[in-house]
């Protein structure tokens, strides 16, 4: 028994006497009121409730449904939620009709230079601004990030835009600094399964942006968003960042395919990357219209106002006035899927 369907007429009492029984059993409850039913996510071990225990319950006043959940992930699931989660993030609705655009370059280098694009991205219609202060680097020689004094500058470009801020933490021991500056926490694809780390922002309230792991499957990555949500934060976007194949033309293989497939699967919002998608500059535009077209609720894009003088990913990095000209093209796209952007 994982999820209790409630019937379009129970009472308030009903719930809360239906939550208590589940309480006494050690279980703990989630519940979601969708625009026509209620439903109650078990969580907990809930393999331990024999079956004469979930008769008992399908019996009592207010309940429809029991259902099981084969799969291995409940709270990120449809079937627990059939409505599009949305999440606000300082008046702006990440999985509404608006499609977010989060801009901005690959590290956060200094306060002039970030500064200067977030001004041109924003008047170019992004809706955030990103850029790493703590970089996953492949080699340990190349620049890290500038830490705290990048995670300042970056509000400094919110105080001087308006844009919300989204940064990537790596570490757990940096997540009380970072909770004094972010607006979303990026998770990104080499932590997609460093467990303790995802457990650590699940327990804050902060809208998480989790980056698909570089070798993962859809499944794999809905589990980490479990992760996330089992242990109270609800608030978790997934952005699809391409994975490894056997295809060298792309520094990834964007998985567009994602979209719709975990469209059907969760109710959380989706956004794509096809700046780590494709790794060249030039084929970002055309897989940031196939993502808007493919049903994204968001895109994440690196600008950068000097590519070749950029400390890190100068190669897929948009010159503001390529951006600019992006955001006007996919104005139609996402007209023509019932969107705006
Ligand atoms: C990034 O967003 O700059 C980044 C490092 O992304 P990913 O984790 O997808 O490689
Ligand atoms: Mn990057």
């Excluded at 895109?299 to 006007?328: C, T, W, Y």
Aim: glycine share 8%; net charge neutral.
């Amino acid at each position: 028994m994982d999820i209790i369907v409630l019937r379009p007429d129970a009472t308030e009492e009903a719930l809360r006497h239906l939550v208590k029984k589940l309480e006494s059993k050690g279980l703990r409850t989630n519940v979601s009121r969708g625009t026509e039913r209620t439903i109650v996510g078990v969580i907990g071990d809930t393999s331990k409730v024999t079956e004469e225990e979930e008769d008992a319950i399908r019996v009592m006043t207010g309940v429809e449904n029991v259902m099981r959940i084969i799969k291995p992930y409940k709270l990120a699931s449809r079937e627990f939620k059939s409505d599009n989660t949305i999440i606000e993030v300082r008046a702006r609705a990440i999985g509404g009709k608006k499609i977010q655009v989060i801009a901005g370059p690959c590290s956060v280098e200094n306060k002039t230079m970030l500064l200067s694009i977030a001004e041109e991205v924003k008047n170019a219609g992004a809706t955030f601004i990103r850029g790493g202060a703590y970089k996953p680097r492949t080699s340990p020689y190349a620049f890290q990030g500038l830490g705290e004094e990048g995670l300042q500058y970056l509000v400094d470009a919110r105080e001087k835009s308006g844009l919300p801020v989204v940064t990537e933490l790596m570490d757990p021991r940096d997540l009380d600094v970072m909770l004094k500056y972010t607006d979303i926490i990026q998770i990104g694809a080499r932590n997609m399964q460093n467990f303790r780390l995802l457990l650590e922002v699940g327990s804050v309230k902060k809208p998480v942006l989790l980056k698909r792991g570089l070798s993962c499957t859809v499944k794999e990555w809905l589990m980490s968003a479990e992760y996330i949500m089992s242990k109270g934060n609800h608030e978790v976007i997934l952005c699809e960042r391409g994975i490894r194949t056997f295809e060298t033309a792309t520094r990834n293989t964007l998985d567009l395919s994602a979209v719709p497939v975990l469209k059907n699967l969760t109710h959380l919002p989706v956004i794509v990357d096809p700046s780590h998608g494709v790794g060249k500059w030039d084929l970002v535009a055309p897989m940031a219209k196939a993502a808007v077209a493919a049903g994204a609720d968001g895109l994440l894009i690196e600008v950068h106002s000097n590519p070749e003088e950029a400390m890190s990913d100068g190669e897929q990095s948009l010159k503001p006035h390529d951006f600019r000209r992006l955001m006007e093209e996919l104005k139609p796209i996402a007209a023509a899927v019932g969107r705006e952007i």
